[in-house]
């Protein structure tokens, strides 16, 4: 048994870092509207709708950069480029719609203006990251 393991790599990197992002933005608020002259503010995050979704491809983000550590020395099928292209359109497909739901529900996209709604700012600028931690990905020579 060899102790080498490979590197991680500048794309595994900026993936591992984007998925992170996400999964605190959509902790933090992705709205709020009210909160003036007595009406209470009304607040939301990621975990309502398709924002799931956003949540939900960052962990599996997390999941896919480690596993390869953890099945040892084989190599893992699904480290591909294409599976993190795949979680990356799942993370905006899922911010996208969230964004445009709260945009209907809840008076417009001045609600998601970044001193209200960090999360949403926070989760989409993992989702870019992403994108670009699959680029790089794609260029990468396979191990």
């Known amino acids: 048994m060899s102790l080498h393991r490979r590197s991680l790599g500048r794309g595994r990197w900026v993936a ?72 990356a359109v799942i993370a905006a497909l899922g911010l996208l719609l969230r964004s445009v739901g709260i945009a209907l529900d809840s008076g417009g996209f001045g609600t998601m203006l970044p001193d209200r709604a960090p999360g949403v700012w926070l989760a989409a600028a993992g989702v870019v990251g992403l994108a670009f931690a699959t680029a790089e990905l794609y260029g990468a020579r396979p191990e």
Not at 63 to 70: I, Q
């Open 16 to 87: 591992t870092v984007s998925a992170i992002l996400i999964v605190v933005g959509c902790a933090l608020p992705w709205f709020r509207a009210g909160g003036a002259e007595g009406i209470p503010a009304l607040e939301g995050n990621g975990f309502f709708g398709p924002g799931i979704l956003a949540f939900l491809a960052a962990l599996a983000t997390l999941a896919l950069v480690t596993l390869p550590y953890a099945m040892g020395d084989r190599p893992v099928a699904v480290d591909r480029w294409w599976v993190y292209a795949a979680l």
